[in-house]
């Protein structure tokens, strides 16, 4: 046997022995009274959050949470104060283990890292009392604690005598029943703790214990054998309750907890405390902890918020995928609240969601009144007469003018002229979601495109599970801290605010406690009404004036906003140091000004200021609402806590400037800055914009469309050669080039056939080589076609490798329309061949061959002219829409495009934005006329008259835009954007093309070649407050946004795959919401 094995058996061994020690029978009437020592062994503990209740007769935390149970827990670091029997009092520093230090008590704030004592030993015959502090009390605020009425009412009493008499007390539970008392050691509790403690750190355990194992082995001293027994029996517990508690890995208990919960730690103070006890009977001593329950609260949203952020990573792209597949067949009143507004801003329409949600429900209830009507006009008018119909007609005009009477009631009066308008278009945007749920192709066709029955059931069984979970935490926490808020007041009535001590501990405790209150509306409101009244008796809501009530005092006082308004409107902060230095003790203003400055960027009270803007703002906006007429004075515009903060900071830093303006105070420099960029705000509005449908023209050979297929290919090789000037060539251009460069070779060659024979030219004779012009043409036609359609499927196949190789039903059109066309342009070059040279060689007579060829040319021919009617049919009437091919390629369609991945799910989404609002552009050209000729003036080209920028969902308000347009002399770059944007004007979008802007202005100069960039932030993500301007997703289009090529009046869009452009070097400039508001309103 091993010396490892020895010791286990060891180990066994000792704890048999030590369990067959005799032990009193409490249940005897002969057995010695636990109690029966003049002392009893007092071990201070406190209320604390929990995961279960303990149900114990002596623990009465004397309020009651909704989120979580209360339990006993060891003290947070901070200090306890004794008194007990006739004094004197005493003073602990309580130690991050939870056990005691003494110290004197007017020592500075020492925290302690160890403490030494995990009890007292207490006089059982004497009453104590004990009060737990975050901060050490000044001699003015102990000195109070000798008195007994403050006694009573600022400390806990510890009933000694009735506790020697039955072994307990209110909040004084027997030590032994620790096991149902600490939160960390209830039965289940205590596993589940284990168990994630083993999947969080289970091999370090097991790696310690082998290390451990092998110092035994090698020394096996008591000692060395006892901590190898100890860390195999520790390692093992947690490999065991891991088994038991799979779960524990994802939900660990005490993960909402301020203090981790630490096991091993809590059972360590707790057998010192009955090592210490040393037979003397033991009870724990719970205080209240009002603020270490406001911490936990704030760490219970602080984890709730981190779950609900790690769901949305992990699902909320699928959530965001179903909730726009469900706009688009489902009804919602806010859609058309939002779309009637639109449409009738001129008449300052502005309908609330109730509101659209009414006009739906009426026109459900009348949708059974109209079948019916359209029903007796149609059948039953026919069989009972016109008098009949008529009164059962009349009968459903009643029917539905009680249907539309409320509906009146809740509408604006003003609206009656345009009630049935109001009404048709609701019916026809029921029309339109009815139609997305067909296979009309006119329709979106959403349930063949869709797994809709798994995306219902997984927003049923995951999506609403979570958002149900989530409301219902987050009110119980809101809840629990409207509760526990109001109660720092009693557990921080000791604050000394000229103690710049208690003030910086007052800083991280207002953090540790609010930090998270903002994350949420309800708790914004928490921290509004904290805020709006400061009182010296609340200290947090004292945040906004530094911790001083005398300023909160100066402010209340009559007479005082010409002063403030003065102070703040100085050429300098001098005014304002004076006015404050007043009001505050030296050494707190000292502290004061190191609030300013980058440096305290990261102090507590700065944090936690910043993170209750949002209160702030909230506030501001109750005061303004609450006033009648504007006062005379700038600063009465602003609510006391604001006036606070802007005296505060005006007096403590230095690059704030405060100025009069019209109608309030403005802040400059850079700070302020920095302060003004937390109003910025999002817009919401999501409309999905239009997206041209580019139609490739076809080359038909035979009668005078040789002549038309010369000239449209001719103009589109001008047009790509155009196009592509100063961009790059990959390989996708290089065939595309190609292809337009064959296909004008064989439309010349049709052409040239087609001359020839109107010419009577049969032959085509150089020396001695003669052939038919009819074969020799159709070989060189056939040659050159069959070539442009390889090209084009070369294209086709670097297209796809550029596009992930992602092939949908247009490219697979693509693919045989190319390769068709390919076969029979290839079968028309070896007919045409062999003719030719079965003449060449005299086998056959020019007659023959041209009788040969043009007998086999005529099924080619009709096959040439069934691939293209075909193909032709194909884009036309059957090709998807780019919504269609979405839905059947996103992550719950049927035939699913883009993985899982990061980087898939924001192709995907890009895809999602870019669908909905890229921007469109277009230009209208105007003849360019240029004089250089004795007969006069001739057209010599085309340039830009105007550029017209339609972006959907934007608005003036809430758009960021960036745009750059440059003209390209050469491969040089000139910046015209200023000039640009001074002739920019806005309009809205008219109702019929969606909703959104349309920006148009004029080239600067006359030149026919420009290149503008569009940066459109996307309208979506802004909404839902994620905008980072530095964030490429949230650009429509990608890192470059949306790039143009504008050749006099033909627009091509130069997408982020096609390489760089010589004007990507150049800066963006912002459009300023005075350029983006229309003038007229549409």
């Known amino acids: 046997m091993t010396a490892p094995d020895n010791a286990m058996a060891l180990g066994r061994a000792d704890q048999a022995a030590q369990a067959n020690f005799e032990r009193d029978d409490l249940s005897s009437p002969m057995s010695a009274c636990p109690a029966r020592e003049a002392e009893l062994f007092v071990v201070p503990a406190r209320y604390a959050l929990a995961e279960m209740n303990p149900e114990h007769a002596c623990v009465k935390p004397g309020y009651t949470l909704k989120s979580q149970p209360m339990a006993v827990r060891r003290l947070r670091q901070g200090y306890l104060y004794l008194w007990h029997g006739e004094g004197p009092l005493r003073r602990f520093g309580v130690g991050q283990n939870g056990c005691l230090t003494e110290q004197d008590l007017d020592a500075g704030h020492e925290p302690v890292e160890e403490g030494t004592l995990a009890g007292l030993a207490l006089n059982k015959h004497q009453d104590a009392w004990l009060m737990y502090a975050d901060m050490p009390l000044t001699t003015e605020f102990w000195q109070q604690l000798t008195e007994p009425g403050t006694r009573q009412q600022r400390m806990r009493r510890i009933a000694l005598p009735q506790v020697a008499q039955q072994l307990q007390a209110t909040h004084c539970p027997a030590l032994a029943d620790a096991p149902q008392l600490i939160a960390e050691l209830m039965p289940g509790i205590r596993d589940q703790v284990l168990a994630s403690d083993h999947h969080n750190k289970g091999d370090q355990y097991r790696a310690v214990a082998d290390i451990i194992g092998k110092q035994a082995a090698s020394n096996p001293t008591p000692e060395n054998i006892k901590a190898y027994v100890d860390a195999m029996h520790r390692a093992r517990e947690r490999e065991d309750a891991a088994g038991r508690h799979p779960e524990a890995a994802q939900s660990p208990p005490g993960v909402w907890s301020a203090d981790a919960w630490d096991v091993p730690a809590a059972e360590a103070w707790l057998d010192q405390a009955t090592r210490q006890a040393n037979g003397l009977y033991g009870i724990f001593a719970v205080v209240d902890d009002h603020l270490g329950v406001l911490r936990d609260l704030n760490q219970a949203q602080a984890t709730v918020n981190q779950r609900h952020e790690d769901w949305e990573a992990e699902n909320g792209h699928k959530a965001l995928l179903a909730g726009f597949i469900n706009s688009l067949i489902q009804e919602d009143g806010a859609e058309v609240a939002s779309q009637l507004s639109y449409r009738y801003m001129d008449r300052d329409l502005l309908l609330t969601a109730d509101q659209g949600e009414a006009m739906l429900q009426a026109q459900r209830d009348l949708q059974p009144l109209l079948a019916r009507e359209t029903a007796i006009n149609q059948h039953y008018r026919h069989q009972a007469g016109h008098a009949a119909a008529d009164n059962l007609i009349a009968d459903i005009r009643r029917q539905e003018q009680a249907i539309l009477a409320p509906l009146r009631e809740l509408l604006p009066s003003d609206i009656s002229d345009i009630e049935g308008q109001l009404h048709d278009l609701v019916m026809a945007y029921r029309a339109d979601k009815a139609r997305n749920m067909t296979d009309s192709k006119s329709g979106h066709q959403v349930p063949e495109r869709v797994r809709l029955e798994e995306m219902n059931a997984w927003i049923a069984e995951v999506a609403d599970t979570h958002h149900q979970w989530l409301a219902e935490r987050r009110e119980q926490i809101h809840a629990d801290q409207r509760q526990a808020l109001p109660l720092h007041r009693q557990a921080l009535w000791y604050t000394d605010y000229d103690n710049v001590g208690h003030c910086e501990l007052l800083s991280k405790l207002a953090l540790d406690s609010l930090g998270m209150l903002c994350s949420t509306g309800p708790g914004v409101a928490i921290a509004t009404n904290l805020l709006r009244s400061p009182h010296p008796d609340l200290p947090f809501s004292l945040l906004t004036t530094g911790f001083s009530p005398t300023l909160v005092n100066f402010l209340d006082g009559a007479g005082r906003a010409n002063n403030i308004q003065d102070a703040l409107t100085a050429p300098t902060g001098d005014a304002a140091r004076e006015l404050l230095a007043g009001l505050v003790a030296a050494g707190k203003l000292d502290w004061l000004n190191s609030l300013s400055g980058a440096a305290a960027t990261e102090h507590p009270l700065n944090l936690t200021i910043a993170r209750l803007s949002a209160a702030l703002v909230s506030l501001l906006e109750e005061h303004l609402k609450g006033l009648s007429t504007l006062p005379a004075m700038s600063i009465e515009q602003f609510p006391k806590p604001i006036q606070a903060l802007f005296l505060r900071i ?56 040789p002549v038309v297929a010369l000239l449209l290919n001719g103009a589109n090789l001008y047009q790509l050669t155009l196009r592509d000037q100063g961009r790059e060539h990959d390989g996708v251009r290089f065939a595309e080039h190609a292809s337009a460069y064959l296909f004008t070779f064989a439309a010349l060659s049709a052409a040239t056939a087609m001359a020839w024979d109107a010419r009577g030219k049969i032959e085509f004779q150089r020396g001695w080589f003669k052939a038919p012009t009819i074969t020799l043409m159709g070989f060189t036609t056939g040659f050159f076609a069959g070539f442009a359609s390889i090209a084009g499927l070369i294209k086709l196949g670097l297209e796809m490798q550029r596009e992930d190789a992602y092939w949908t039903a247009d490219h697979w059109a693509r693919l045989g329309r190319e390769g ?199 309208p979506l993500a802004m909404g839902v407050g994620v905008l980072e301007e530095e964030t490429n997703e949230l650009i429509i289009g990608g890192a470059n946004g949306m790039r143009y090529l504008i050749r006099a009046d033909r627009v091509t869009e130069h997408l982020s795959a096609d390489g760089k452009l010589p004007s990507d070097d150049l800066p963006d400039h912002e459009v300023k919401p005075t350029l983006l508001t229309p003038k007229e309103r549409p």
């Not at 075909?870 to 992550?891: G, H, I, P, R, V």
């Not at 883009?898 to 003849?927: H, I, M, V, Y």
């Open 820 to 1018: 068709a066309m390919s076969g029979l342009m290839g079968m028309q070059a070896g007919l045409g061949s062999y003719a030719t040279w079965m003449v060449i060689t005299s086998q056959w007579t020019t007659a023959q061959a041209v009788r040969w060829f043009s007998l086999r040319m005529v099924p080619v021919g009709w096959l040439v002219l069934l691939v293209e009617g075909l193909y032709f049919a194909w884009d036309k009437w059957l090709k998807d829409s780019e919504m269609q091919l979405f839905l059947e390629q996103c992550c719950w369609g049927r035939a699913r495009r883009w993985a899982d991945s990061p980087e898939q799910r924001g192709k995907e989404l890009q895809a999602l934005l870019t669908l909905l609002f890229k921007p469109q552009l277009q230009a209208e050209g105007l003849n360019r006329v240029e004089h250089g000729s004795s007969e006069g003036i001739f057209i010599a080209g085309y340039q830009a008259k105007e550029l017209h920028l339609t972006l959907p969902g934007a608005d003036p308000e809430r758009t960021l835009l960036y745009l750059c347009l440059a003209n390209i002399d050469g491969h040089t770059p000139r910046d015209y954007t200023p000039a640009f944007l001074a002739s920019l004007r806005s309009e809205w979008l008219p109702a019929q093309q969606g909703m959104g802007l349309r920006l148009s202005g004029k080239p600067p100069i006359a030149v026919g070649n420009w290149e503008l960039r569009v940066r459109y932030h996307s």
């Open 650 to 705: 005006r007096a403590t830093t230095q690059d704030f400037v405060f100025e009069k303006a019209r109608d309030g105070l403005r802040l400059a420099g850079e700070n302020a800055r920095k302060l003004n960029a937390w109003a910025l705000e999002t817009g919401k509005r999501v409309q999905r914009g239009l997206r041209p449908n580019v139609i490739n023209g076809i080359n038909r050979y035979g009668g005078v469309l």
